[in-house]
């Protein structure tokens, strides 16, 4: 092949997104920190499918305007540093396509390079052995090797080579990667997409469900399926779990990321064994079968929405107006839901938060919308945007409250720049995000504010404890599978448990000091019980005298404390 013109790209971002979905499992297994969280595959196969409906769901056929639509998708879609970082790459990649309708392999490695130059700008402070490493690396060696008579097949080779090669040397570059023995989650992502492309251009397009390839014409019938996904099959069940000897071993948060994956308006609601499910979903069988390995259906529900709307609509057009086929309505544009905008106000808060009573103590210190995430799934930049829109305020404080989720919103913050006054404070811990809403004052101008809510980051220290999802070693600490890890400021491991108190014991001597006053603790879902507060606040009373204790219930997932000094 020696074009790639629209159509062939089209099949290669579904090959792309379709290929990241298969393995994103092994991408999050390769996170060096043994934390129960979605993480970097999960935030690149989420971002990479907002990209891949765009795509989908438009009938362009010019190159580059179909670039130009995944490129809109990514960035609206991109969750997480890895997912904002792949937007970025393939924003580049678009950009270096305007104009053109198709593109030779020196064309293709400019667009890559174009990619690579982007997404480091990106990037407040790059780091090496990463995602980064991997596309600028490939990009490089592409270029200096390409030639006018070079196939797309041939560039790809080369591409992917290097990628490969570059990935295997990002322990050398890393420290902790080498400690641990893994290579870059987020390269390892990135190779996952190219390898779908690279299949897409030799005829074939990667299925979602397999991880075998089937016919380039058949890309078609994938984009097809995908066209409701508004609508699709309203899958409400309540499945009773175990027995563990026949049945797969249940984790919440995993089953929820796979779902999520699977479709939206996801709730899952656990009580002991009964977990209750609502999703809607293009494919309910799919999620039946993932469901009973791990239990028994004690109720099962499934209502096809996209036929209840055509029948509205139906119904609609014979009582006020032409009547218009069933055929033609599915087919029909349906305009997206407009987000209804509060009363035009001169300021609020936004902060993202995962747990009922977290929400309760933001609200209590001023913050005024939430956004709903964390550690097990990172917002979007879209999520952002959303919830900006309806608050019609000419100037915006977001909290992200984590390291993860503050690229996405800078990326919102970008999008409106001649809109709104965006300020983002890179609050990285649920506790940075209270001390800063804290300090606001609205007597304050907006610069003016920034800084006293950025100086007021500095000003608490944070710490958690949850379970490890596997056996490591890292920062000279053993940890086991299914231990109790107390972890301060959301990077260094302390030390690990079978007892998550005594987790949180550790960490609370290691945090406080002779200058601290206020102690805080959040407590996770699952120990939400006025008798483990009173448990947590008699271990303060009696070891920190001179500290002041805040312990509720916080509700969160994953983190069964979440701990803030002052």
């Given at each position: 092949?020696?074009?790639?013109?629209?159509?062939?790209?089209?099949?290669?971002?579904?090959?792309?997104?379709?290929?990241?979905?298969?393995?994103?499992?092994?991408?999050?297994?390769?996170?060096?920190?043994?934390?129960?969280?979605?993480?970097?595959?999960?935030?690149?196969?989420?971002?990479?499918?907002?990209?891949?409906?765009?795509?989908?769901?438009?009938?362009?056929?010019?190159?580059?305007?179909?670039?130009?639509?995944?490129?809109?998708?990514?960035?609206?879609?991109?969750?997480?540093?890895?997912?904002?970082?792949?937007?970025?790459?393939?924003?580049?990649?678009?950009?270096?396509?305007?104009?053109?309708?198709?593109?030779?392999?020196?064309?293709?490695?400019?667009?890559?390079?174009?990619?690579?130059?982007?997404?480091?700008?990106?990037?407040?402070?790059?780091?090496?052995?990463?995602?980064?490493?991997?596309?600028?690396?490939?990009?490089?060696?592409?270029?200096?090797?390409?030639?006018?008579?070079?196939?797309?097949?041939?560039?790809?080779?080369?591409?992917?080579?290097?990628?490969?090669?570059?990935?295997?040397?990002?322990?050398?570059?890393?420290?902790?990667?080498?400690?641990?023995?893994?290579?870059?989650?987020?390269?390892?992502?990135?190779?996952?997409?190219?390898?779908?492309?690279?299949?897409?251009?030799?005829?074939?397009?990667?299925?979602?469900?397999?991880?075998?390839?089937?016919?380039?014409?058949?890309?078609?019938?994938?984009?097809?399926?995908?066209?409701?996904?508004?609508?699709?099959?309203?899958?409400?069940?309540?499945?009773?779990?175990?027995?563990?000897?026949?049945?797969?071993?249940?984790?919440?948060?995993?089953?929820?990321?796979?779902?999520?994956?699977?479709?939206?308006?996801?709730?899952?609601?656990?009580?002991?064994?009964i977990v209750k499910v609502h999703v809607h979903t293009l494919k309910p069988g799919d999620i039946f079968n993932y469901a009973q390995q791990f239990g028994e259906f004690i109720k099962m529900k499934c209502e096809n929405m996209t036929e209840q709307h055509n029948e509205i609509l139906i119904n609609e057009k014979n009582n006020n107006g032409p009547h218009m086929a069933a055929s033609e309505l599915s087919k029909a544009p349906l305009a997206a839901p407009k987000v209804e905008k509060d009363e035009e106000k001169e300021y609020a808060i936004v902060a993202t938060s995962s747990g009922e009573g977290i929400d309760g103590l933001?609200?209590?210190?001023?913050?005024?919308?939430?956004?709903?995430?964390?550690?097990?799934?990172?917002?979007?930049?879209?999520?952002?945007?959303?919830?900006?829109?309806?608050?019609?305020?000419?100037?915006?404080?977001?909290?992200?409250?984590?390291?993860?989720?503050?690229?996405?919103?800078?990326?919102?913050?970008?999008?409106?720049?001649?809109?709104?006054?965006?300020?983002?404070?890179?609050?990285?811990?649920?506790?940075?995000?209270?001390?800063?809403?804290?300090?606001?004052?609205?007597?304050?101008?907006?610069?003016?504010?920034?800084?006293?809510?950025?100086?007021?980051?500095?000003?608490?220290?944070?710490?958690?404890?949850?379970?490890?999802?596997?056996?490591?070693?890292?920062?000279?600490?053993?940890?086991?599978?299914?231990?109790?890890?107390?972890?301060?400021?959301?990077?260094?491991?302390?030390?690990?448990?079978?007892?998550?108190?005594?987790?949180?014991?550790?960490?609370?001597?290691?945090?406080?000091?002779?200058?601290?006053?206020?102690?805080?603790?959040?407590?996770?879902?699952?120990?939400?019980?006025?008798?483990?507060?009173?448990?947590?606040?008699?271990?303060?009373?009696?070891?920190?005298?001179?500290?002041?204790?805040?312990?509720?219930?916080?509700?969160?997932?994953?983190?069964?404390?979440?701990?803030?000094?002052?």
């Open positions: 092949m020696k074009f790639i013109d629209g159509k062939v790209f089209k099949n290669m971002v579904i090959s792309a997104s379709n290929n990241l979905f298969n393995h994103y499992p092994e991408v999050d297994a390769l996170n060096v920190f043994p934390v129960p969280d979605g993480d970097t595959g999960m935030n690149m196969n989420l971002t990479m499918t907002s990209g891949m409906k765009e795509v989908q769901n438009r009938g362009d056929e010019r190159l580059c305007d179909i670039a130009k639509i995944f490129s809109r998708g990514l960035l609206m879609g991109a969750r997480g540093n890895s997912g904002v970082i792949t937007s970025q790459i393939f924003r580049g990649f678009s950009d270096g396509l305007a104009g053109k309708t198709k593109i030779n392999a020196v064309e293709l490695a400019d667009a890559f390079d174009n990619g690579r130059q982007v997404a480091y700008k990106a990037v407040l402070k790059p780091v090496e052995g990463t995602i980064l490493t991997v596309i600028r690396e490939a990009s490089a060696k592409l270029k200096e090797s390409v030639n006018e008579k070079m196939s797309i097949e041939e560039a790809f080779d080369i591409l992917l080579a290097e990628a490969n090669a570059s990935l295997s040397r990002t322990p050398n570059l890393l420290p902790v990667l080498k400690e641990v023995g893994v290579v870059d989650s987020g390269g390892a992502g990135l190779i996952k997409i190219l390898e779908g492309m690279q299949t897409a251009v030799g005829g074939y397009v990667i299925n979602r469900h397999e991880a075998e390839a089937v016919s380039a014409q058949g890309s078609a019938q994938v984009a097809a399926s995908e066209e409701n996904e508004d609508f699709g099959y309203c899958t409400e069940f309540i499945l009773r779990l175990g027995p563990s000897e026949y049945k797969k071993a249940f984790n919440k948060n995993r089953f929820t990321s796979v779902l999520n994956a699977h479709g939206n308006s996801l709730v899952v609601v656990q009580d002991e064994d933001f609200k209590e210190v001023g913050v005024d919308y939430i956004v709903s995430g964390g550690q097990t799934m990172n917002p979007s930049t879209n999520d952002f945007l959303k919830v900006i829109e309806k608050a019609n305020a000419k100037n915006i404080y977001i909290l992200p409250n984590n390291g993860n989720i503050i690229m996405a919103a800078n990326t919102a913050k970008d999008v409106l720049k001649d809109k709104v006054n965006v300020v983002v404070i890179p609050s990285k811990t649920i506790m940075q995000g209270v001390v800063a809403a804290m300090n606001f004052n609205p007597d304050l101008s907006l610069s003016d504010n920034e800084k006293v809510m950025n100086e007021a980051l500095s000003t608490v220290k944070s710490g958690q404890v949850t379970f490890a999802i596997k056996d490591t070693e890292i920062n000279g600490v053993s940890v086991k599978k299914d231990e109790f890890m107390a972890i301060l400021n959301s990077k260094d491991i302390l030390s690990s448990h079978k007892d998550k108190f005594e987790a949180l014991k550790v960490l609370l001597k290691k945090m406080v000091d002779e200058e601290s006053s206020v102690i805080t603790v959040l407590l996770g879902e699952d120990i939400a019980s006025d008798e483990e507060v009173a448990k947590v606040e008699e271990f303060i009373e009696s070891e920190f005298k001179d500290c002041d204790a805040d312990v509720r219930i916080g509700r969160q997932p994953v983190y069964s404390y979440i701990v803030g000094v002052e």
